[in-house]
């Protein structure tokens, strides 16, 4: 079961910082726990980004983060956002994405995908 408190953290961030948020999006891809979209020009490509709600208590699985970015990528979010409640689980998801952003491709996913923990998120508006 996904954390209601920090679901709802971070939708009322993303409020507070003028995006159009919605849960439990699934356009397709599979499901991208909160979404936050923004229009900040006419003349400019809509910005959207994905958070997905990492399993806390360390160690997060390589599966996860592989899932949750191609669920991004093929929604087409603009980033992909890992939100952790402990040190332990941050450390994991920065770890998992520098490995996996060493292995090469296209995609630079040190670029795509981030993450911070629930704290980091709810000082942006502080």
Request: charged share 25%; glycine share 8%.
């Amino acid at each position: 079961m996904k954390d209601a408190e920090l679901i709802n953290e971070c939708k009322a961030t993303g409020r507070a910082l003028n995006y159009e948020v919605q849960s439990a999006v699934d356009i397709g891809a599979g499901e991208i726990d909160v979404i936050w979209t923004r229009k900040d020009h006419a003349n400019l490509p809509t910005s959207k980004l994905g958070f997905f709600f990492c399993p806390t208590g360390g160690e997060v699985p390589t599966d996860f983060l592989t899932q949750s970015v191609a669920k991004a990528l093929l929604s087409v979010c603009d980033k992909a956002i890992f939100l952790v409640r402990d040190d332990a689980s941050l450390k994991s998801v920065k770890g998992k994405i520098q490995a996996l952003d060493a292995i090469g491709g296209v995609l630079q996913l040190k670029k795509y995908a981030h993450a911070i923990t629930s704290d980091e998120l709810l000082g942006g508006i502080r």
